[in-house]
């Protein structure tokens, strides 16, 4: 799937820690058609808000879970390194799932096949494991990542998958659309790599 690279801020704002690990981030429109805009605009920094704003469309049952989507692009404003900007065209899996053991094993899975990926068809040694709280993903339950070694012996975060436990599903109100028969909406996101 593509969603839209421009996203209302409202969206941001419904989730205050996500919005607080990406304000450095975040690339703001307040000017369309040389009026100000009645709300600003963001350039879609992550997908979860989007992503998640669709799931409370689309999700309506416990029977509609496990759902799973891929998505394409983001747009980073990456000012820690040095000045850049650039939109990436890579492949971002979204999924909800009923139980949080579901959401936890989707996210351990993904981690292994990127592993797998990694040593087998792309001939790069890495290490899984999982980021610590201060370098968890904004937002996300918990963090996995497989960190490859750069000639320069520096680590490099070759992929990612994140647990993003109900943090999302309950900013944006999924499970208030219709019931989901008691049972709570979990979330993942994985493979952050460019």
Not at 34 to 39: A, D, T
Not at 59 to 71: E, T, V
Request: aromatic share 10%; charged share 20%; proline share 4%.
């Amino acid at each position: 799937m593509y969603f839209p690279q421009f996203i209302p801020y409202s969206f941001i704002e419904k989730e205050a820690s996500h919005v607080e690990g990406f304000s450095p981030e975040l690339a703001l429109v307040t000017i369309g058609g040389g009026k100000e805009l009645e709300e600003k605009l963001v350039v879609r920094p992550t997908s979860e808000t989007i992503v998640n704003h669709m799931f409370t469309q689309w999700i309506h049952s416990y029977r509609d879970l496990p759902l799973m989507i891929n998505q394409l692009n983001v747009t980073i404003w990456e000012m820690r390194t040095k000045p850049l900007t650039l939109e990436f065209l890579w492949q971002e899996g979204h999924t909800a799932h009923s139980t949080a053991e579901e959401a936890e094993e989707e996210a351990l899975q993904m981690i292994d096949v990127y592993t797998k990926f990694a040593y087998e068809q792309a001939a790069i040694p890495v290490i899984a494991g999982r980021k610590s709280r201060a370098e968890t993903f904004a937002s996300a339950a918990c963090t996995y990542t497989i960190e490859a070694m750069m000639g320069d012996r520096k680590a490099l975060q070759a992929g990612t998958s994140h647990n993003l436990g109900q943090n999302f599903s309950r900013a944006f109100g999924t499970q208030g659309r219709r019931a989901l028969d008691s049972r709570d909406l979990h979330s993942i996101v994985s493979l952050r790599s460019s």
